[in-house]
């Protein structure tokens, strides 16, 4: 009786770290999106659209690699989060110095790969004006430094997460998209060639967050204080890790990199600025997702240590639940009133970016459930047939598109072909991970599915109504936002959760009024 008291109450402190980061990340994400769309507003008039298209292309080719890092980092976050749910601190020490040096040879590594396969693919392949080949050339060179340092820091952004001290990392984003912010603006005055400027301005950004990182973690973490220690034993284990779900991030990697260059080679830098923009709002808006996921990643990993699988499971649950929900409230109006909003953030709206930027974002909706579920089966350690099926799969979305591309189809054909794609590559990660975690099924489709189903169809109803009755002008957009902002959280409360969540919103809820009238009598 005393252990199962001394557990939900340690459950009740997870949960309340959860929400307080969540929270946390919020805000935090608030505050970058808007920073972030204002800049990206401001960059793209001071760049024009060429310059913006060819700056997202070509560094693009940096991400072509950046699936090497991908890998690493998901293997250094899952077993530093491990050790420190089993509390070994003299091995969360080896594991954190170990990664340190692995992420320096791959930064050499990445370099070696740029200056070769990716110098050749940019002097060759790509469509790029004759008068912006030199200025591609630099901004390709400052985009390898810049890619190399957010490789070195991943391990100290790992540690702060696997920590859970999310305000920290919530701070020093901010101070991140605030000097992104003033990049804008400086690029927009400057006399110099604005690409290579901003190139330049955004690779000094990465060395202050670098440094900022370096110092935080040395001040509040013993096991982050970098000493030369390699152990053998420790890197073949996390080398296995990374090898297996190299796999899963090349695929991520192949898709956003290669439908990029794909665009470029068959319709030029232009089309590469629609999906620039359209990316840009797609991080904006998912972003608030993330914050509930990386908020219990930690507890995810750390509860699978401690042989807590009930508790997993319910993390797992609710945090695909929790983040499909958020992820509809934010973006269903932007579903609806694409075309103005666009038009309203950057004036001049790109050929193809509506289409665009709607698709992506159904997407992203349906894949919003596929973190918590691959969190889930990486803290097992077991990801071999995981990340071989569902490599698999997604990497199927480039050469199809390739083949509808070359036959004339249209450029929406290769999103369209990725959004089937990820359909696929959901119901098989279910049936593997349920498979192999042994989390029920039934509760899954009826407790999850079914309730996210239900939400989406009823929510869409009236929107849909007044999409097509009401003439396009800001007045529908207000109406269908609000429209949205009301009928959203109502099908959650009364479809999409369940009583004993119904019960402990209504407690909150009565506490936070409590609050409020006591403070203001």
Known sequence: MKTANKEEAQSSINNKRIAKNTLILYFRM????????????????????????IYSVVGGIIGMFGFLNTSMASSTQRFLSFELGTGNIYTLKKIFNTSVFIHFFISLFILILCETIGLWFLNTQMVIPDDRINAAYWVFQLSILLGMVMIISVPYNAIIIANEKMSAFAYISMVDVSLKLLV??????????KLIFYAILLFAIALINRLIYVIYCKWNFKEARFEFIWD???????????????????????ISQGLNLLLNVFFGPILNAARGIAVQVQN???????????????????????????????LVFNSCKYSFFLLLFISLPLLFETELILTWWIKIVPEHTVN?????????????????LNTSIRATGEIRKFELVLGAILL???????????????????????????????????IIVFSIMKFSLDVFINQIVFRIGVVTLFSVLIPIFLYLVLPQNWIRFLIITAACGISIPINIY???????????VKIKSKQFYNRVINNSK
């Open 30 to 53: 608030l505050f970058s999106m808007l920073v972030s769309l204002y800049t990206a507003r401001i960059v793209l008039i001071s760049l024009g659209i060429e310059d913006y298209g």
């Open 184 to 193: 804008a603006f400086l690029i927009s005055i400057t006399i110099f060639d």
């Open 232 to 254: 053998k034993l420790i890197f073949k284990k996390m080398a296995s890790f990374a090898g297996w779900s190299l796999i899963g991030n090349l695929s991520v990697s192949a």
């Open 284 to 314: 904006a808006i998912g972003g608030f997702a993330v914050n509930i996921q990386m908020a219990m990643d930690p507890q995810i990993t750390k509860s699978y240590a401690k042989k807590e699988l009930k508790y997993m499971q319910s």
């Open 356 to 372: 665009f930027l709607r698709i992506i974002l159904l997407t992203t909706l349906v894949d919003s459930i596929s973190h918590p």
């Open 396 to 430: 199927l979305v480039v050469p199809i598109s390739f083949i509808f591309l070359k036959f004339g189809a249209i450029p929406e054909a290769v999103f369209i072909i990725h959004l089937v794609v990820v359909i696929i590559a959901q119901i098989t990660r279910v």
């Open 494 to 504: 009364w479809l999409g959760i369940n009583t004993k969540e119904r019960s402990l």
